[in-house]
């Protein structure tokens, strides 16, 4: 299915963590032109990008914080897609280690995050509607 996709989109980004950490840092900037209460859901959107390079810190056995700590250090030195080698913890270069994506998927993940978060923000509105015209 991987390859059909790329394929098919005749695109592919950077895997091994490095789309999440550049959308991140793109994020970052982006919330200095923001202001008010928008500026703090463009930086929880930006944290939520950094749990797929978490949770590959997790998997491969290391410490995700200090891995965390690694990748940003790197982007910013470089100012290139940085993904996490999962031996041995480091920062890598993953178009130069062959590690891609799917445009599609990633195209798919943004557009899923956004539609269940205000899903989610939807209910619980609803929920606190509700719960203010039981107290009346």
């Known amino acids: ?40 859901g463009v930086q929880a959107f930006a944290e939520a990008m950094l749990i797929i390079p978490k949770c590959l810190a997790q998997n491969g056995g290391h410490d995700a914080q200090e891995c965390l700590v690694k990748l940003l250090q790197e982007y910013k030195g470089v100012d290139k897609p940085v ?19 799917n445009h599609c998927v990633k195209k798919q993940l943004l557009n899923s995050c956004t539609v269940i978060s205000s899903n989610l923000l939807i209910v619980d509105e609803v929920m606190r509607a509700g719960m203010s015209s039981l107290k009346g």
């Open 1 to 40: 299915r991987a390859v059909k996709n790329a394929l098919e989109d005749k695109t592919v980004v950077a895997g091994a963590g490095a789309f999440e950490i550049t959308v991140y840092q793109a994020l970052q900037e982006y919330k200095n032109e923001v202001r008010g209460k928008q500026r703090l």
């Open 83 to 101: 993904g996490l080698d999962l031996v041995s913890g480091e920062a890598m270069f993953p178009g130069e280690a062959g590690i891609w994506d």
